[in-house]
């Protein structure tokens, strides 16, 4: 079964749409002013509904209406640039007749989603046949299992700070270790309102589907937990690994500290003793060809008796 072509008004706007029977799935990339209009002239939307798919401050939530559902998710993308998981928002639209995306074009899982359906037919006969609440849950599924490298990129940075810390590299493992944290951080805070969000949706969706789908977004919520709880561990090994980085820093302080204790302990009596010699005064020996000598058996009397002191009582 083709797809319809656009409309010609349709064409002059960055969206695109797919059909099979009844369900029509339009997918908005970068949406703007000019596709926000679009969607309040031909749908029954509401105003700040279509006000938040512009905002970029929404927080995850379902506003649920007589004949649609409107639903705004936050999925994590890694920014390789600052080197920290940073939220992209996905707001959809669905009906029983129709499911509306709009994104920014960075949610890679969805968008071969879309291109997997344009181009083969057999998927799109299984995505679109079993209703829109069948789509979106292979959306959400989709979009969720592509936290899932995300997360073990940052049990492997973990893994790499943990050697590092116990290596010569330590200086560079605290900002190593702070970067980890505020990314760690990041994806938290993305994914707690998330897991609310999935965790509810299942029962709303019901009228848009003839499937039971308690089970797929029974699973959909397990991996939610799932990456939930290795975050929560991840954050508590980043703390330790803080906590080891700065006794270990400590630990080198102090033994830096305490060599030079003691090498600042030998040498002030030997400053005394070359202190007393320089003196303009009558001294022992001070007229014998072997004054330098006695002076250098004086000083390595006394640097032998105190090495030998501190060797006794275990300070070196």
């Not at 090498?263 to 303009?280: C, D, H, K, R, W």
Request: with cysteine; net charge negative; glycine share 4%.
């Amino acid at each position: 079964m083709a797809t319809p072509q656009l409309k010609k008004e349709e064409q002059q706007l960055n969206l695109e749409s797919l059909t099979l029977g009844d369900l029509t799935w339009v997918n908005i990339e970068g949406a703007t002013e000019r596709e926000i209009e679009y969607l309040a002239q031909n749908y029954p939307f509401h105003p700040l509904d279509l006000d938040d798919c512009l905002s970029r401050i929404q927080r995850p939530k379902i506003d649920e209406y007589k004949d649609y559902l409107f639903l705004v998710f936050h999925l994590p993308i890694f920014n390789e640039a600052v080197r920290v998981t940073t939220p992209s928002q996905l707001s959809v639209f669905i009906s029983g007749k129709y499911l509306i995306t709009l994104h920014k074009g960075d949610l890679k899982p969805l968008v071969k989603l879309f291109r997997e359906c344009q181009i083969d037919e057999e998927s799109r006969q299984e995505y679109f046949s079993r209703g829109s609440g069948y789509l979106l849950y292979r959306i959400i599924d989709r979009l969720v299992d592509y936290s899932l490298p995300i997360l073990n990129k940052i049990g492997d940075n973990i893994e790499n700070v943990e050697d590092n810390i116990f290596s010569n590299g330590v200086r560079g493992a605290i900002r190593e270790i702070s970067i980890l944290r505020r990314d760690i951080i990041s994806f938290r805070r993305i994914i707690w309102p998330m897991r609310a969000v999935i965790g509810t949706l299942e029962p709303k969706i019901r009228r848009f589907t003839k499937m039971d789908m308690a089970v797929y977004f029974g699973d959909v919520t397990d991996h939610m937990d799932k990456i939930w709880d290795a975050l929560d561990e991840y954050k508590e090994v980043i703390e330790g690994l803080n906590d080891t980085h700065d006794s270990l820093a400590t630990n080198r302080t102090n033994e830096v500290m305490r060599m030079l204790t003691i090498i600042a302990t030998i040498l002030l009596p030997i400053t005394v003793v070359a202190s007393i010699f320089g003196m303009n005064i009558p001294l022992p020996f001070q007229n014998s060809s072997y004054s330098l000598l006695f002076v250098f058996l004086i000083c390595l009397v006394i640097v032998s008796g105190m090495l030998y002191f501190f060797r006794r009582q275990h300070w070196i």
